[in-house]
T-cell receptor, first 114, second 110 residues
Framework: DTGVSQNPRHKITKRGQNVTFRCDPISEHNRLYWYRQTLGQGPEFLTYFQNEAQLEKSRLLSDRFSAERPKGSFSTLEIQRTEQGDSAMYLC????????????FGSGTRLTVV | DAKTTQPNSMESNEEEPVHLPCNHSTISGTDYIHWYRQLPSQGPEYVIHGLTSNVNNRMASLAIAEDRKSSTLILHRATLRDAAVYYCILRDVPGNQFYFGTGTSLTVIP
């Protein structure tokens, strides 16, 4: 297994455009998480899935954001009508269920909205 | 959610041991203590975790206070590749997601 894969690594988009990011987790991990990180800050939780069910969404996840995990495998995060404030690193992580287990993070997708 | 407190930054000389402290005075009895680190332009990387007993792995050691209100991540011999931001996190119930703070930025001096 090659770990958690995120694509693209970098995305530059014009304000108002829609963007979609993809995350491929470790295959046996049933939990998948999305985080956002801005410069100088720690990652902020956005949402997570257990298998295909989206179990929690942060208040940071406005109605312009939507995440899916069809069939409990890969996940996509879409941002509609991007704003400059959406510029950040978007991180995906996966894990097994339970407090004893850690996360495996991907390298992230760097979004720049111009 | 139980929160953690870490120094903003620390420095260490190369090949010296490093002790990174973390306070978590409101920890609950079932919270695991996790440590992650993040190198520039990369996602966070798992370092170590524990519940009550001290833990060792190939990367580091985790010393947990008897009352569990603090812990210390120990890097036995710092290398330049250990320069990163280190996050101390409690995995809580029922959400199970991690809440990251701003972490400790470790600088390793050659």
């Amino acid at each position: 297994d090659t770990g958690v894969s995120q694509n693209p690594r970098h995305k530059i988009t014009k304000r108002g455009q829609n963007v979609t990011f993809r995350c491929d987790p470790i295959s046996e991990h049933n939990r998948l998480y999305w985080y956002r990180q801005t410069l100088g800050q720690g990652p902020e939780f956005l949402t997570y899935f257990q298998n295909e069910a989206q179990l929690e969404k942060s208040r940071l996840l406005s109605d312009r954001f939507s995440a899916e995990r069809p069939k409990g495998s890969f996940s996509t995060l879409e941002i509609q009508r991007t704003e400059q404030g959406d510029s950040a690193m978007y991180l995906c992580a996966s894990s097994l269920t339970g407090r004893a287990y850690g996360y495996t993070f991907g390298s992230g997708t760097r979004l720049t909205v111009v | 959610d139980a929160k953690t407190t870490q120094p903003n930054s620390m420095e260490s000389n190369e090949e010296e041991p490093v002790h990174l402290p973390c306070n978590h005075s409101t920890i609950s009895g079932t919270d695991y203590i996790h440590w992650y680190r993040q190198l520039p332009s990369q996602g966070p990387e798992y370092v170590i975790h524990g519940l009550t007993s001290n833990v060792n792995n190939r990367m580091a050691s985790l010393a947990i206070a008897e009352d569990r209100k603090s812990s210390t991540l120990i890097l036995h011999r710092a290398t330049l590749r250990d320069a990163a931001v280190y996050y101390c996190i409690l995995r809580d119930v029922p959400g199970n997601q991690f809440y990251f703070g701003t972490g400790t930025s470790l600088t390793v001096i050659p």
